[in-house]
């Protein structure tokens, strides 16, 4: 009992790290390999936007 509750335990925090990360725009990849994490590209639009000191 003890070693499935760290295994669910372990498996829903890492759970809850994955979304605080989606949520700082970027783009997260699971695969059989691990998992990939990058970041967005700007566009034009945010470009233009961050230029003009918005």
Do not use: C
Not at 7 to 12: G, M, N, R, T, Y
Not at 30 to 50: A, C
């Amino acid at each position: 009992m003890k070693l499935t509750k760290k295994i669910k335990e372990k498996v829903i925090e890492t759970a809850e790290h994955l979304y605080d990360l989606s949520k700082k725009d970027l783009f997260i990849n699971i695969s059989k390999d691990g998992v990939e994490i990058t970041e967005k590209r700007p566009t034009k639009q945010t470009i233009k936007w961050r230029s003009k000191g918005h």
